[in-house]
C-alpha cells in the first residue's frame, strides 16, 4: 500500500469515504501468518501456521483458548491480541460467576467488536492491530466469528486470515459444501489441505509449524498434541476431498 | 440504629421488612414445575392488601415468586426483565435458561448480604428448558439451592408432610395443584399471615401459564365452633 493524505490519525476521512489508520491496521493482519477456521454442524477446526522468529527461537503460538466452549486463532500484532484475549478470557469468567453458564459466542465476539470499534474514533488511541477467529458452541448452534481491526465482525462457514491466505479461501470454495456434514476427522484434514496450499514451496507441514485446535458440542477446546499431528500429516498424503463425495 | 437520612445522608440498611408477602409452595410435575402463593400482602399484623400477585413472569419460559418484603420483589422482578430484555441489545435470539436467572439472583443476593444490605427475600424461580424442569430457591443470604419441590416460609414447617405423603414428582399437573391447595388450606388455619385466596402458575413446553386467583376451600361450619364448646370458662 502507498502512502496517501489524509491518513494521519483515525479522526480524519479521505475524500473517498476511508480511514486509512483503519485500513492500514487491516494490513497488519494481512501480515500476520495464516491461520483459517472451519465448521461443521457439530465440530470447529482451527489450524495455524506457526512462525519461528529464528533458528534459536521457539514458534509463536495462535491459538488460545478463551474457555472451555471457545478458543480464537491470531494474525497480526501478537500484543494486541494478547490484550482481546485477556478480555475475552475475563468476559467469559465474569459470566460464568454469575450465570454459572457459558458466554454466548456471538455477543462476545459483539464485545470485542465493540471496543475495536472504540479504538478507531478517537484521535489519540490507534486501532488494534490484529483479526481474529473465534470459534464457539453455545445453545444456538457452533460459531467461527472472523473479526477485524474495523470493528467489524461477521460469521463464516469457513474462513482464512492472514500471509497467503487467498490460496486457502479458493480451497475453501470449492469445498466448503462438504464440511457441515464432515466427521471432525474430515474437517481436520481439509483444514490441514487448505493450509499446504497457503505455503511456500520449499516450506513443509510438520507437527512444529502446524497448530490445530479442536471443539465440539461435547469436546472442550483442545489443541492436537505432536503425535497426533504427525498421524494428520501422514494421512494427508491419502486423503482427498473427491474421496469423501464417494462416500456420501 | 435509624439515621436520619435527610441530616446525615446515610445510607440505610434493611433490617426489617415492612410489607411482606406469605409461602411460597413449589412443586415439579410430569410435565413441568409449578407455583403457588396467595395473594396477601401484610403490614406487619394487618392483611393490608388482599389481591396481589406475586408471581411474575420474566421469561418466556421462567417465573419468578418469593416471599418476604413485597418491594425487594418489585426490584428483583425489574432487574431480571432487565436480563431478558439484553437479548434485544445484542440482536442474537439468545436467551437466558431459567438456571441462569437462578445464579444471577443468588449473586444478587450475595453481594446484598456482604454489604449488609439484604433483599429481605426468599426467592423462587421456576422454568422448564430443552425437556428439563428447573426449580432453584434463593434465600436472603444468597444460599443457591435446586430442588424438586420448594417451600418458603411457614409452608416450610406445614406443608413438608402434606408434600411428602401426596406428591410425587412425575404427578399430573391436576394432582400437584391439588397438593398445594391442601397446603395452603392448612396454612390459612395455622399461619396468621396467610389469606385463603391462591394463585398457581405452572411452566410447561409451551411456556408460562399463570392462573387467575382462586379460593381456597375451606370448612368453618364446625358444631364444636357454633358451640364455642371450647370456649366455656374453667372454674377452679
Same mark, same amino acid.
Given at each position: ?92 469468567? =465474569? ?141 494427508? =498424503? ?11 | ?236
Amino acid at each position: 500500500m502507498l502512502k496517501h493524505l489524509y491518513d494521519t490519525d483515525c479522526v480524519t476521512w479521505s475524500p473517498q469515504g476511508k480511514l486509512f489508520q483503519v485500513e492500514y491496521a487491516m494490513e497488519a493482519v494481512k501480515q500476520g501468518s495464516i491461520c483459517l477456521g472451519l465448521k461443521s454442524n457439530e465440530n470447529v477446526v482451527l489450524c495455524s501456521l506457526k512462525r519461528q522468529p529464528s533458528e534459536l527461537a521457539g514458534y509463536q503460538e495462535k491459538q488460545f483458548k478463551i474457555d472451555d466452549h471457545m478458543a480464537i486463532a491470531i494474525a497480526g500484532l501478537t500484543a494486541d491480541a494478547r490484550v482481546l484475549c485477556k478480555y475475552m478470557r475475563t468476559e467469559c469468567l =465474569e459470566y460464568k460467576y454469575t450465570y454459572e453458564s457459558h458466554h454466548p459466542v456471538g455477543r462476545l465476539v459483539f464485545k470485542v467488536a465493540e471496543k475495536s470499534q472504540h479504538k478507531t474514533q478517537s484521535g489519540a488511541k490507534r486501532p488494534y492491530g490484529v483479526g481474529l477467529l473465534v470459534a464457539g458452541i453455545d445453545p444456538n448452534g457452533v460459531h467461527l466469528f472472523e473479526t477485524c481491526p474495523s470493528g467489524n465482525y461477521y460469521e463464516y462457514k469457513c474462513q482464512a486470515i492472514g500471509s497467503r491466505s487467498q490460496a486457502a479461501r479458493t480451497y475453501f470454495e470449492s469445498w466448503f459444501h462438504l464440511f457441515e456434514k464432515s466427521t471432525l476427522e474430515q474437517l481436520i484434514l481439509h483444514g490441514l489441505s487448505a493450509i499446504k496450499k497457503a505455503i511456500m514451496e520449499d516450506e513443509e507441514l510438520n507437527e512444529k509449524n502446524v497448530e490445530v485446535g479442536i471443539l465440539g458440542k461435547n469436546l472442550k477446546f483442545t489443541h492436537l498434541n505432536a503425535q497426533e499431528l504427525r498421524d494428520y500429516i501422514t494421512k494427508l =498424503e491419502q486423503f482427498s476431498p473427491n474421496s469423501q463425495i464417494q462416500q456420501e | 440504629m435509624i439515621f436520619n437520612s435527610e441530616i446525615s445522608g446515610q445510607q440505610q440498611h434493611t433490617t426489617s421488612p415492612v410489607v411482606t408477602g406469605g409461602s411460597v409452595i413449589a412443586l415439579v410435575y410430569n410435565g413441568g414445575v409449578i407455583v403457588g402463593t396467595d395473594t396477601l400482602c401484610s403490614y406487619g399484623s394487618m392483611a393490608a392488601f388482599k389481591n396481589v400477585q406475586k408471581i411474575a413472569q420474566i421469561s418466556k419460559n421462567t417465573i419468578y415468586a418469593s416471599s418476604g418484603e413485597y418491594s425487594d420483589f418489585q426490584q428483583v422482578v425489574k432487574e431480571l426483565a432487565k436480563i431478558d430484555r439484553s437479548a434485544l441489545q445484542y440482536d442474537d435470539g439468545v436467551h437466558p435458561s431459567p438456571k441462569d436467572y437462578g445464579n444471577f439472583l443468588a449473586r444478587l443476593s450475595y453481594k446484598k448480604r456482604c454489604k449488609i444490605n439484604p433483599l429481605y427475600l426468599q426467592n423462587v424461580i421456576a422454568g422448564f428448558h430443552n425437556g428439563e424442569r428447573y426449580l432453584g430457591l434463593i434465600d436472603i443470604y444468597g444460599t443457591y439451592l435446586e430442588s424438586n419441590f420448594i417451600t418458603t416460609g411457614f409452608a416450610s414447617y406445614f406443608c413438608k408432610a402434606i408434600i411428602s405423603n401426596y406428591w410425587n414428582e412425575n404427578c399430573t399437573l391436576d394432582q400437584a395443584k391439588q397438593v398445594i391447595r391442601e397446603c395452603f388450606k392448612v396454612l390459612f388455619c395455622r399461619d396468621c399471615r396467610a389469606h385463603d385466596v391462591i394463585q398457581l402458575a405452572y411452566v410447561d413446553a409451551q411456556g408460562a401459564h399463570i392462573e387467575e386467583s382462586e379460593r381456597v376451600e375451606t370448612k368453618w361450619d364446625f358444631n364444636g365452633f357454633k358451640s364455642r364448646a371450647n370456649e366455656k370458662l374453667h372454674t377452679q
